[in-house]
């Protein structure tokens, strides 16, 4: 028996800045109880519950500090926030490297455009779901016009752990491809991430090989007769071989 199944799900700070007398940061959810560390960990400033979004704390910090998130659960899955509607969603991906400037950012590939008018390409999300960059109904294509091609692109997506950028796939028959862009998707961003294929990845190329010709053996000697006289011999003439065709595939160049 397979043992149960426990799921997790934790408040967290992103977008984290500091202006010197200002500590900037954004809640994915409500937390009950937020606190800054500081002065490697001799002071802790308490703000108590924090809503979800942004929220500015005035308080002065040189150097490091942390962000400490805390709620009690209540041990049943509900929804934390409000439905962001997509007609045809082909891919969810988080950046979750809590390194990288883009922790928590959300993006969204749409497959076409419907209904709800959101066009076909990347949507990006904050870690709270708030349009990151007032996108509305516009997409972020990175420059390509592949997108428009099929409701299969773009597909599945995936935020690079290491560099944050985000690989698209492009499951489209005419266009089928993976395709990477900055963390932005910004304008001409977009780059092959495989080798974009412009011919067929083979052709038939027939060739020709011929082996040269080269005189067979001449027989084997008999052993010398018991009688004191030799028998007659005869000089059989080489036969030169036929000429061999070998027939082989090249494959041609992948543009």
């Known amino acids: 028996m397979l043992p149960p199944v426990i799921g997790l799900a934790n408040p967290y700070a992103t977008d984290l800045s500091n202006t010197g007398s200002s500590i900037t940061f954004r809640l994915n959810e409500a937390a009950d109880d937020v606190k800054i560390i500081y002065n490697s960990g001799a002071t802790t400033n308490d703000l108590g519950p924090v809503p979800s979004g942004l929220f500015t704390a005035f308080v002065s910090i040189s150097g490091p500090y942390q962000i400490v998130v805390s709620k009690t659960g209540s041990g049943v899955i509900s929804q934390i926030g409000t439905n962001v509607p997509f007609g045809s969603p082909r891919g969810v991906a ?9 922790f928590g950012r959300v993006y969204v590939s749409n497959g076409a455009t419907n209904a709800n008018n959101k066009g076909d390409g990347i949507f990006i999300r904050n ?5 990151a960059f007032n996108q509305g109904n516009v997409p972020r294509t990175g420059g390509t016009t592949n997108f428009g091609s099929s409701g299969n692109s773009p597909y599945r997506i ?8 985000l690989y698209i796939c492009d499951f489209a028959d005419a266009t ?7 963390p932005n998707v910004s304008s001409n961003s977009l780059q092959y991430a495989l080798k974009r294929l412009t011919t067929p990845p083979c052709r038939s190329a027939p060739t020709t090989t011929t082996a040269a010709s080269r005189p067979s053996r001449s027989p084997a000697r008999s052993p010398p007769p018991t009688s004191r006289f030799l028998p007659s011999t005869r000089t059989t003439k080489p036969t030169p071989r036929q000429p061999m065709s070998l027939n082989s595939t090249a494959c041609g160049d992948m543009m």
């Open 176 to 182: 089928g491809n993976l395709y990477v862009t900055d």
């Open 94 to 102: 988080v950046n979750v490297n809590p390194t990288s400037q883009y």
């Open 158 to 165: 995936k935020v690079g752990h290491e560099d944050s950028k």
């Open 127 to 131: 870690s709270d779901l708030s349009d």
